[in-house]
Nanobody, 125 residues
């Protein structure tokens, strides 16, 4: 049974930093791609960043230059380093993964079959 567990969320002032972690377990082969999504109250879930098994990354325009996605294959852990945080980054952040092949790591929620429970990030001005 696949399990994804996020951690690292919290409250921070604008221009601060946070690093989210996602520990993966219960699978016998590597995910083809993993990603971070976020959902603010009253808004749809949006893709933030994704990374493929070969290390190719993809970012939403709103976070380019501020967020960095990475993974430690030895620890089966996905990370999201978030710098220069803004109040509009406030949301529940979710880790997601899938085994299916994709030419580039997607940022579409429907293409991810496995999800964590989320970790809250709150940025105050």
């Amino acid at each position: 049974q696949v399990q994804l567990v996020e951690s690292g969320g919290g409250s921070v002032q604008a221009r601060g930093s946070l690093k989210l972690s996602c520990a993966a377990s219960g699978y016998t082969r590597s995910f083809y791609y993993m990603g971070w999504f976020r959902q603010a109250p009253g808004k749809e879930r949006e893709g933030v960043a994704a990374i493929a098994s070969d290390g190719v990354t993809r970012y939403a325009n709103s976070v380019k230059g501020r967020f960095t996605i990475s993974k430690d294959n030895g620890k089966d852990t996905l990370y999201l380093q978030m710098n220069d945080l803004k109040p509009e980054d406030t949301a529940m952040y979710y880790c997601a993964a899938d085994f299916r092949y994709s030419i580039v790591p997607p940022l579409v929620a429907g293409l991810f079959g496995y999800w964590g429970q989320g970790t809250q990030v709150t940025v105050s001005s």
